[in-house]
Protein backbone atom coordinates (compact mmCIF):
# COMPACT_ATOMS: atom_id res chain seq x y z
CA UNK A 1 0.00 0.00 0.00
CA UNK A 2 1.47 3.46 -0.86
CA UNK A 3 2.03 5.69 1.63
CA UNK A 4 -0.10 9.05 1.65
CA UNK A 5 2.31 12.09 1.49
CA UNK A 6 2.18 14.55 4.31
CA UNK A 7 2.35 18.35 3.66
CA UNK A 8 3.45 21.16 4.97
CA UNK A 9 0.81 24.01 5.41
CA UNK A 10 2.62 25.89 3.16
CA UNK A 11 3.71 23.25 0.89
CA UNK A 12 -0.23 22.06 0.85
CA UNK A 13 -1.00 25.74 -0.47
CA UNK A 14 1.71 25.40 -3.61
CA UNK A 15 0.97 22.01 -4.65
CA UNK A 16 -2.96 22.98 -4.39
CA UNK A 17 -2.84 25.75 -6.05
CA UNK A 18 -0.67 24.58 -9.13
CA UNK A 19 -2.49 22.07 -8.94
CA UNK A 20 -5.66 23.83 -9.82
CA UNK A 21 -3.98 26.25 -12.03
CA UNK A 22 -3.10 23.17 -14.38
CA UNK A 23 -6.48 21.45 -14.62
CA UNK A 24 -8.80 24.35 -14.12
CA UNK A 25 -6.90 27.93 -15.19
CA UNK A 26 -9.86 29.74 -15.45
CA UNK A 27 -13.62 28.64 -14.87
CA UNK A 28 -17.07 29.91 -15.27
CA UNK A 29 -19.38 29.98 -12.31
CA UNK A 30 -23.03 31.49 -12.36
CA UNK A 31 -25.01 31.58 -9.10
CA UNK A 32 -26.97 34.19 -7.48
CA UNK A 33 -25.32 37.33 -5.44
CA UNK A 34 -25.00 38.00 -2.29
CA UNK A 35 -22.36 39.28 0.68
CA UNK A 36 -21.42 42.06 -2.44
CA UNK A 37 -19.49 44.73 -0.99
CA UNK A 38 -16.83 47.46 -2.02
CA UNK A 39 -13.65 48.15 -0.26
CA UNK A 40 -11.06 51.39 -1.05
CA UNK A 41 -13.49 52.11 -3.82
CA UNK A 42 -10.94 49.44 -5.58
CA UNK A 43 -11.76 45.86 -4.63
CA UNK A 44 -15.27 43.75 -4.73
CA UNK A 45 -15.66 40.65 -2.63
CA UNK A 46 -18.68 38.63 -2.39
CA UNK A 47 -20.03 34.84 -3.28
CA UNK A 48 -21.74 33.02 -5.67
CA UNK A 49 -24.45 30.74 -3.71
CA UNK A 50 -27.29 27.99 -5.02
CA UNK A 51 -29.24 25.96 -2.69
CA UNK A 52 -26.77 24.22 -1.25
CA UNK A 53 -22.90 25.69 -1.43
CA UNK A 54 -21.53 29.02 -1.81
CA UNK A 55 -18.24 30.34 -3.41
CA UNK A 56 -15.86 33.31 -2.33
CA UNK A 57 -14.94 35.59 -4.99
CA UNK A 58 -12.49 38.87 -5.04
CA UNK A 59 -11.88 41.27 -8.00
CA UNK A 60 -11.57 44.51 -9.06
CA UNK A 61 -13.94 47.40 -9.39
CA UNK A 62 -13.01 47.78 -12.83
CA UNK A 63 -14.31 43.65 -13.45
CA UNK A 64 -17.85 45.10 -12.76
CA UNK A 65 -20.35 45.53 -15.51
CA UNK A 66 -22.81 48.17 -13.64
CA UNK A 67 -24.10 48.58 -10.27
CA UNK A 68 -25.02 45.19 -8.63
CA UNK A 69 -27.06 43.77 -5.72
CA UNK A 70 -27.67 40.73 -3.89
CA UNK A 71 -29.75 38.56 -4.97
CA UNK A 72 -28.69 39.59 -8.85
CA UNK A 73 -27.77 36.08 -10.94
CA UNK A 74 -24.15 36.18 -12.03
CA UNK A 75 -21.62 34.26 -14.65
CA UNK A 76 -18.44 35.06 -13.59
CA UNK A 77 -15.11 33.93 -14.79
CA UNK A 78 -11.99 33.23 -12.96
CA UNK A 79 -9.00 31.51 -11.61
CA UNK A 80 -9.77 29.38 -8.37
CA UNK A 81 -6.90 29.34 -5.80
CA UNK A 82 -5.92 28.80 -1.84
CA UNK A 83 -5.16 31.70 -0.11
CA UNK A 84 -2.74 30.95 2.86
CA UNK A 85 -4.32 33.62 5.39
CA UNK A 86 -7.96 34.00 3.84
CA UNK A 87 -8.91 30.13 2.65
CA UNK A 88 -10.44 29.00 -0.79
CA UNK A 89 -11.53 32.19 -3.73
CA UNK A 90 -11.58 32.82 -6.99
CA UNK A 91 -10.45 35.95 -8.32
CA UNK A 92 -12.35 37.45 -11.15
CA UNK A 93 -11.47 37.74 -14.43
CA UNK A 94 -15.07 39.28 -15.92
CA UNK A 95 -18.00 39.23 -14.67
CA UNK A 96 -21.65 38.65 -16.53
CA UNK A 97 -25.23 39.35 -15.60
CA UNK A 98 -27.28 35.93 -16.08
CA UNK A 99 -30.72 35.90 -16.34
CA UNK A 100 -33.14 38.81 -17.92
CA UNK A 101 -34.71 39.46 -14.37
CA UNK A 102 -30.93 40.23 -13.23
CA UNK A 103 -29.80 42.02 -16.55
CA UNK A 104 -33.32 44.42 -16.42
CA UNK A 105 -32.73 45.25 -12.78
CA UNK A 106 -28.83 45.77 -13.50
CA UNK A 107 -30.24 48.30 -16.36
CA UNK A 108 -32.22 50.47 -13.91
CA UNK A 109 -29.53 50.67 -11.28
CA UNK A 110 -26.99 51.69 -13.68
CA UNK A 111 -29.77 54.19 -15.60
CA UNK A 112 -30.47 55.71 -12.45
CA UNK A 113 -26.68 56.25 -11.69
CA UNK A 114 -26.14 57.52 -14.96
CA UNK A 115 -29.53 60.09 -15.14
CA UNK A 116 -27.95 61.61 -11.85
CA UNK A 117 -24.81 62.52 -14.01
CA UNK A 118 -27.07 64.38 -16.95
CA UNK A 119 -26.05 61.69 -19.31
CA UNK A 120 -29.34 61.11 -20.77
CA UNK A 121 -30.50 64.96 -20.57
CA UNK A 122 -32.12 66.19 -23.78
CA UNK A 123 -29.92 69.43 -23.86
CA UNK A 124 -27.11 67.32 -24.20
CA UNK A 125 -28.53 65.78 -27.80
CA UNK A 126 -26.90 67.05 -31.07
CA UNK A 127 -28.83 67.91 -34.22
CA UNK A 128 -27.19 65.11 -37.07
CA UNK A 129 -26.54 66.51 -40.58
CA UNK A 130 -28.76 65.51 -43.40
CA UNK A 131 -27.48 63.71 -45.74
CA UNK A 132 -24.22 63.19 -44.02
CA UNK A 133 -21.26 62.89 -46.60
CA UNK A 134 -19.42 60.25 -44.90
CA UNK A 135 -21.20 57.63 -42.24
CA UNK A 136 -18.75 55.86 -39.69
CA UNK A 137 -20.30 52.70 -39.09
CA UNK A 138 -19.93 50.38 -35.93
CA UNK A 139 -21.44 46.63 -36.51
CA UNK A 140 -20.67 43.14 -37.63
CA UNK A 141 -19.56 43.38 -41.04
CA UNK A 142 -20.98 39.92 -41.25
CA UNK A 143 -24.47 40.98 -39.57
CA UNK A 144 -28.34 41.30 -41.40
CA UNK A 145 -27.85 44.34 -39.50
CA UNK A 146 -24.70 46.15 -41.81
CA UNK A 147 -26.80 44.78 -45.53
CA UNK A 148 -29.82 46.17 -44.49
CA UNK A 149 -28.51 49.04 -43.81
CA UNK A 150 -26.12 49.85 -46.62
CA UNK A 151 -29.09 48.08 -48.61
CA UNK A 152 -31.52 50.74 -47.53
CA UNK A 153 -29.22 54.01 -48.00
CA UNK A 154 -28.24 52.67 -51.69
CA UNK A 155 -31.55 52.09 -52.47
CA UNK A 156 -32.56 56.31 -50.96
CA UNK A 157 -29.76 57.97 -51.58
CA UNK A 158 -26.00 58.23 -53.41
CA UNK A 159 -22.75 60.05 -53.54
CA UNK A 160 -21.78 59.05 -49.46
CA UNK A 161 -19.55 57.14 -47.56
CA UNK A 162 -19.56 54.67 -45.37
CA UNK A 163 -16.44 53.52 -43.36
CA UNK A 164 -17.10 49.93 -41.68
CA UNK A 165 -15.35 49.56 -38.68
CA UNK A 166 -16.52 45.62 -37.82
CA UNK A 167 -16.62 44.86 -34.26
CA UNK A 168 -18.59 41.92 -32.26
CA UNK A 169 -21.76 42.87 -31.19
CA UNK A 170 -22.25 40.37 -28.21
CA UNK A 171 -20.29 38.26 -25.74
CA UNK A 172 -17.65 38.90 -23.34
CA UNK A 173 -15.02 41.17 -26.07
CA UNK A 174 -17.69 43.10 -27.68
CA UNK A 175 -17.77 46.20 -25.00
CA UNK A 176 -14.18 46.54 -25.98
CA UNK A 177 -14.35 46.39 -29.51
CA UNK A 178 -17.05 49.12 -29.48
CA UNK A 179 -15.09 51.60 -27.40
CA UNK A 180 -12.01 50.86 -29.46
CA UNK A 181 -14.51 51.40 -32.77
CA UNK A 182 -15.90 54.71 -31.05
CA UNK A 183 -12.03 55.92 -30.28
CA UNK A 184 -10.82 54.67 -33.88
CA UNK A 185 -13.64 57.32 -35.55
CA UNK A 186 -13.35 60.17 -33.37
CA UNK A 187 -9.71 60.32 -33.58
CA UNK A 188 -9.44 59.92 -37.59
CA UNK A 189 -7.95 62.76 -39.42
CA UNK A 190 -10.95 62.67 -41.75
CA UNK A 191 -13.77 62.45 -39.12
CA UNK A 192 -17.43 60.99 -40.16
CA UNK A 193 -20.39 63.49 -40.18
CA UNK A 194 -22.00 60.74 -37.95
CA UNK A 195 -21.51 57.42 -35.97
CA UNK A 196 -24.12 54.70 -36.33
CA UNK A 197 -24.07 51.41 -34.11
CA UNK A 198 -26.44 48.99 -34.83
CA UNK A 199 -27.54 45.12 -34.30
CA UNK A 200 -30.35 43.54 -35.16
CA UNK A 201 -32.96 41.94 -32.17
CA UNK A 202 -32.09 39.39 -29.83
CA UNK A 203 -32.40 38.26 -26.05
CA UNK A 204 -31.48 40.44 -23.20
CA UNK A 205 -28.68 38.70 -22.96
CA UNK A 206 -27.23 39.34 -26.54
CA UNK A 207 -28.17 42.63 -26.53
CA UNK A 208 -26.14 43.20 -22.88
CA UNK A 209 -23.23 45.32 -24.33
CA UNK A 210 -25.30 47.90 -25.01
CA UNK A 211 -26.27 48.32 -21.14
CA UNK A 212 -22.71 48.64 -20.38
CA UNK A 213 -21.49 51.48 -18.52
CA UNK A 214 -18.38 51.74 -20.26
CA UNK A 215 -20.08 51.36 -23.73
CA UNK A 216 -22.64 54.11 -22.58
CA UNK A 217 -20.21 56.45 -21.57
CA UNK A 218 -18.32 55.79 -24.74
CA UNK A 219 -21.65 56.68 -26.94
CA UNK A 220 -22.20 59.68 -24.97
CA UNK A 221 -18.68 60.97 -24.75
CA UNK A 222 -18.59 61.26 -28.63
CA UNK A 223 -17.63 64.43 -29.89
CA UNK A 224 -19.14 63.04 -33.23
CA UNK A 225 -23.00 62.85 -33.35
CA UNK A 226 -24.15 59.25 -32.47
CA UNK A 227 -27.28 57.06 -33.52
CA UNK A 228 -27.98 53.80 -32.31
CA UNK A 229 -30.11 51.35 -33.63
CA UNK A 230 -31.07 47.99 -31.58
CA UNK A 231 -33.55 45.96 -33.47
CA UNK A 232 -35.67 45.43 -30.21
CA UNK A 233 -38.62 47.38 -29.69
CA UNK A 234 -39.79 46.38 -26.47
CA UNK A 235 -36.62 47.76 -24.31
CA UNK A 236 -34.59 50.57 -24.94
CA UNK A 237 -31.04 50.40 -24.38
CA UNK A 238 -28.58 52.87 -22.29
CA UNK A 239 -26.47 53.00 -24.83
CA UNK A 240 -29.48 54.82 -27.12
CA UNK A 241 -30.61 56.67 -24.59
CA UNK A 242 -27.37 58.01 -24.38
CA UNK A 243 -27.05 58.47 -28.21
CA UNK A 244 -27.89 61.74 -29.84
CA UNK A 245 -30.74 59.71 -31.81
CA UNK A 246 -32.21 56.56 -31.67
CA UNK A 247 -33.90 54.35 -34.27
CA UNK A 248 -35.95 51.38 -33.73
CA UNK A 249 -33.90 48.95 -36.41
CA UNK A 250 -30.83 49.35 -38.68
CA UNK A 251 -33.02 50.21 -41.90
CA UNK A 252 -35.15 52.94 -39.64
CA UNK A 253 -31.50 54.04 -39.20
CA UNK A 254 -30.74 54.36 -42.30
CA UNK A 255 -34.42 56.54 -43.40
CA UNK A 256 -33.54 58.78 -40.47
CA UNK A 257 -30.04 59.69 -42.29
CA UNK A 258 -30.78 60.08 -45.76
CA UNK A 259 -33.81 61.53 -47.68
CA UNK A 260 -35.47 59.31 -50.26
CA UNK A 261 -34.33 59.59 -53.67
CA UNK A 262 -37.59 59.31 -55.87
CA UNK A 263 -39.52 61.19 -53.01
CA UNK A 264 -37.43 64.43 -52.98
CA UNK A 265 -37.34 64.21 -57.01
CA UNK A 266 -40.76 64.10 -56.64
CA UNK A 267 -41.34 67.09 -54.37
CA UNK A 268 -39.01 68.96 -56.56
CA UNK A 269 -41.29 68.36 -59.33
CA UNK A 270 -44.44 69.11 -57.76
CA UNK A 271 -42.22 72.63 -56.42
CA UNK A 272 -41.28 73.46 -60.29
CA UNK A 273 -45.16 72.99 -61.23
CA UNK A 274 -46.45 75.18 -58.53
CA UNK A 275 -43.91 77.16 -58.97
CA UNK A 276 -44.19 77.70 -62.73
CA UNK A 277 -48.31 78.13 -62.30
CA UNK A 278 -48.22 80.58 -59.84
CA UNK A 279 -45.90 82.50 -63.04
CA UNK A 280 -48.26 82.04 -65.46
CA UNK A 281 -50.95 83.20 -63.09
CA UNK A 282 -49.43 86.16 -62.20
CA UNK A 283 -48.39 87.32 -66.06
CA UNK A 284 -51.57 86.66 -66.10
CA UNK A 285 -53.13 88.95 -63.77
CA UNK A 286 -50.34 91.08 -64.76
CA UNK A 287 -51.45 91.38 -68.22
CA UNK A 288 -55.60 91.95 -67.28
CA UNK A 289 -54.36 94.93 -64.90
CA UNK A 290 -52.17 96.46 -67.84
CA UNK A 291 -54.97 95.60 -70.52
CA UNK A 292 -57.49 97.73 -67.63
CA UNK A 293 -54.74 100.41 -67.56
CA UNK A 294 -54.57 101.00 -70.93
CA UNK A 295 -57.80 101.22 -71.22
CA UNK A 296 -57.77 103.57 -68.05
CA UNK A 297 -55.75 105.73 -69.57
CA UNK A 298 -56.84 106.24 -72.97
CA UNK A 299 -59.87 107.40 -70.99
CA UNK A 300 -58.10 109.99 -68.94
CA UNK A 301 -56.29 111.41 -71.75
CA UNK A 302 -59.69 111.83 -73.57
CA UNK A 303 -61.05 113.27 -70.65
CA UNK A 304 -58.33 115.80 -70.39
CA UNK A 305 -58.01 116.52 -73.99
CA UNK A 306 -61.74 117.62 -73.61
CA UNK A 307 -61.23 119.60 -70.48
CA UNK A 308 -58.08 121.44 -72.28
CA UNK A 309 -60.52 121.98 -75.58
CA UNK A 310 -63.10 123.43 -73.42
CA UNK A 311 -60.46 125.60 -71.28
CA UNK A 312 -59.15 126.83 -74.55
CA UNK A 313 -62.21 127.90 -76.09
CA UNK A 314 -63.12 129.80 -73.32
CA UNK A 315 -59.95 131.37 -72.86
CA UNK A 316 -60.42 132.47 -77.03
CA UNK A 317 -63.65 133.96 -76.13
CA UNK A 318 -62.58 135.89 -72.92
CA UNK A 319 -59.87 137.53 -75.45
CA UNK A 320 -62.34 137.88 -77.96
CA UNK A 321 -64.34 140.08 -75.72
CA UNK A 322 -61.68 142.11 -74.40
CA UNK A 323 -60.47 142.67 -77.89
CA UNK A 324 -60.17 146.49 -78.56
CA UNK A 325 -61.05 145.40 -82.41
CA UNK A 326 -64.05 143.84 -81.11
CA UNK A 327 -64.92 146.66 -78.50
CA UNK A 328 -65.05 148.59 -81.58
CA UNK A 329 -67.21 146.92 -83.31
CA UNK A 330 -69.93 147.21 -81.06
CA UNK A 331 -70.09 150.53 -81.22
CA UNK A 332 -67.42 152.49 -78.91
CA UNK A 333 -64.25 154.27 -79.69
CA UNK A 334 -60.76 155.12 -78.50
CA UNK A 335 -59.64 158.61 -78.04
CA UNK A 336 -56.18 160.12 -78.38
CA UNK A 337 -54.21 162.95 -77.60
CA UNK A 338 -51.00 163.23 -78.77
CA UNK A 339 -51.14 159.56 -79.65
CA UNK A 340 -51.72 158.65 -75.57
CA UNK A 341 -55.02 156.93 -75.07
CA UNK A 342 -57.19 159.50 -73.34
CA UNK A 343 -58.51 157.56 -69.79
CA UNK A 344 -60.28 160.54 -68.03
CA UNK A 345 -61.79 163.64 -69.51
CA UNK A 346 -59.39 165.93 -67.45
CA UNK A 347 -56.44 164.90 -69.71
CA UNK A 348 -58.42 167.05 -72.64
CA UNK A 349 -59.56 170.56 -72.61
CA UNK A 350 -61.16 172.81 -74.96
CA UNK A 351 -59.06 173.92 -78.13
CA UNK A 352 -57.10 170.13 -78.06
CA UNK A 353 -56.40 168.28 -81.24
CA UNK A 354 -57.43 164.99 -80.64
CA UNK A 355 -57.22 161.62 -83.01
CA UNK A 356 -60.42 159.35 -82.32
CA UNK A 357 -60.43 155.46 -83.57
CA UNK A 358 -63.29 153.85 -84.28
CA UNK A 359 -64.02 150.24 -86.08
CA UNK A 360 -63.91 151.34 -89.10
CA UNK A 361 -60.96 153.71 -89.23
CA UNK A 362 -60.21 157.16 -87.32
CA UNK A 363 -60.24 160.92 -87.49
CA UNK A 364 -59.16 163.92 -86.30
CA UNK A 365 -61.07 166.47 -83.82
Given at each position: MSRVPV????????VFNQTVAYAYPSVVIEGELSSFRVSKNRWVYFDLKDE????????????????????????VVGSPQLHPKFGFSITVQSIQLAGE?????????????????????????????????????????ESAAYADFVKVIGSRWSGLEIGLYDVQVQGEDAPTQIIAA???????????????????GGSSEDLQVFNTESVTRAVAGSRIPT?????HEIDVSLAEMAADMRASTPSNAAELLVPDRQRELAELHDVSQRMSDSVQRAIARAREKLSAFDGQSRDYINLVIRRQRIQLESTRKLLSFINPSTVLKRGYALVYKDGTLVRSKTATKRGDQIQIRVADGQFGA
Open positions: FGVSDFVADANVRFFGSVYNLPGPLEDGMMLRGTIKKAAKLLQAKLSKEGLFEQARKRMLPYPPKFIGLITSALEYFNSHAQAPDVLVITRGLVAIG
